[in-house]
Every structure is written in structure tokens, then in C-alpha cells.
């Protein structure tokens, strides 16, 4: 991290209860009772429902997150984006156990491209219930500077699906899931903020909604699966109100994607299973 001299990095801890009822809610956001999760443990990627962000609301930005503070290095770019991320399942979540989860940036790095000045900040969170550790997760962010958030023209993914799921994001859903997770994002709930300001089309969908939805597609598809290693990627924004996909193929290492109205791959991502 040597372009940033002078920063260290700092290991933050919090601790939260897993208790049963934002799982309730998440399943009343994916429209179903939560009946192929598994029994009496978070499904694969619901601990991003807790551990939330708790920042005051003085400190809350434009953009709608928060002041980004010690644990972060000292970057400009007002624009943050989490890119995607890798996973290691070792033991699982009950519900109903205080965990405690352990957080610090593992690596931080500018790199200019074509889209302007781009800096990558790779923050590693260890999720930790009585002493042992239940899941490794690498979170990739993106910091960039003010730009078109239209994306270019893409040529539709020529993968064949084994289990394909249409579905629809509205606004109300985006904002349900940002109520859920405690994003205040603006992108995913101000249409003029979204437009005018970052210039995007249209309200985006969450990465992480995505993603929890191409595990729940797999746990749903495969019963009874049980996931060891996840990860996944942006590939491209995804919009509300378009016709939309959920997309699995494979075996033992399956290969997860959402697609959008042109059939384009969006959020792309890995599960290997036991």
C-alpha cells in the first residue's frame, strides 16, 4: 500500500446477534417461506444482513454513504462501488448466536484506465462465533471519480442456462433491500439523484441483491446443496424495470449469472459445493 504512505491499516470488530427475523424479511423479498434454506442457520450470504453500517446521520455524504473514517485509506474519489468478492464458508451461522466479525483492508491500489483513475481496496471481514471462525470474506471496493454510469454496448452472454429464473426488479424492491441491509445509497432509491448525478439510466440493483439472490437460486435448484466457496463480480450495471434472469449451470463448481433484457451478463459469480 505504498501509495498511501503514512496510512496504516486498522482492524475494526462488531459484534451482532443473529437473530431470525431479518431472514423473515429477506424471504418476504425473494417472495417465498425460506422452505429449501437450511434449518436453523443463515443461509449463504444472509450475514450481510447484519454487522450494519451504523454511522451517525451528521455524517452521512451526498451520495448517501457514510464518512468513510480511519478504516479506510485517505482516497478522494467520490465515487465507491463494491465490485464483488470471495467467500470461504468453515463452519456454519445458527440462528440466534452472537458472532462477532473482524474487519481490515488487506490491500489498496490506484491504477488509471480507461474510465479515469480507479483506486481498488480489497477489505477482508473474519465472521467469528465463540472463538472459531465460520466465514473468510474478501470484499472488493471500487473508488472512482464523477462519470457516465451508462454502460457501453455489450454483446449477450452465450451461455446456456440448466435453470433459468426470470424476475423483475422494481423500485420498491431496491428499496427494500436497501432498508434491509441499511444502504443509503442514493442510486438505488433517488431516480433524479441516479440521473442526474451519477448519470445512470435508471436506479441500479445492488450487487449484493444480485448475488444473495444466484445463491438462493442454487440453494433452491440443488436441495439441500451446501456451499464452501462463493465468489462474484460486476460485470455491468443492472436496471429496475427490465426484463431480468437468473442463471445457473454446472455441477460441484457452478457457475451463477444474472442477465438483463438484452441478455447481457451483469453479476457473474462462482459457488463450489460439498
Known amino acids: 500500500m505504498e501509495q498511501f504512505d503514512g496510512w496504516t491499516p486498522v482492524e475494526t470488530v462488531q459484534a451482532d446477534d443473529l437473530v431470525a427475523a431479518p431472514l423473515r424479511r429477506l424471504a418476504a423479498l425473494f417472495d417465498h417461506d425460506g422452505g429449501h434454506w437450511p434449518a436453523g442457520e443463515l443461509p ?11 454511522a451517525p446521520q451528521s455524517t452521512i455524504g451526498v451520495d448517501g454513504h457514510p464518512a468513510r473514517g480511519a478504516a479506510l485509506p485517505p482516497i478522494e474519489a467520490p465515487r465507491r462501488m463494491w465490485a464483488g ?11 440466534g448466536a452472537r458472532a462477532e466479525r473482524r474487519s481490515i483492508v488487506t490491500d489498496a491500489k490506484v491504477k488509471d484506465g480507461r474510465s479515469g483513475r480507479l483506486t481498488f481496496v480489497t477489505v477482508r471481514h473474519t465472521v467469528v462465533i465463540d472463538g472459531a471462525t465460520a466465514i473468510v470474506e474478501e470484499q472488493d471496493l471500487v473508488f472512482r471519480g464523477a462519470g457516465n454510469g451508462t454502460p457501453p454496448p455489450a454483446p449477450a452472454d452465450p451461455r446456456v442456462a440448466e435453470a433459468k429464473q426470470p424476475v423483475q426488479f422494481d423500485a420498491t424492491a431496491l428499496f427494500r433491500f436497501s432498508a434491509l441491509t441499511f444502504n443509503a445509497h442514493r442510486i438505488h432509491y433517488d431516480r433524479p439523484y441516479a440521473q442526474e448525478e451519477e448519470l445512470y439510466p435508471d436506479l441500479v440493483v445492488h450487487g449484493p441483491y444480485q448475488a444473495m439472490l444466484l445463491a438462493d437460486h442454487l440453494l433452491r435448484e440443488r436441495r439441500g446443496t451446501r456451499l464452501t466457496h462463493f465468489s462474484f463480480r460486476g460485470a455491468r450495471p443492472l436496471f429496475v424495470d427490465r426484463a431480468a434472469a437468473l442463471n445457473l449451470a454446472g455441477d460441484g463448481s457452478v457457475a451463477l449469472w444474472t442477465t438483463d433484457q438484452d441478455g447481457c451478463a451483469c453479476m457473474e459469480a462462482e459457488a463450489q459445493t460439498a
Open 44 to 54: 449463504p450470504l444472509a450475514h450481510w444482513l447484519y454487522f450494519l453500517p451504523e
Open 85 to 95: 468478492g470471495r467467500l470461504t464458508f468453515h463452519a456454519p451461522l445458527p440462528i
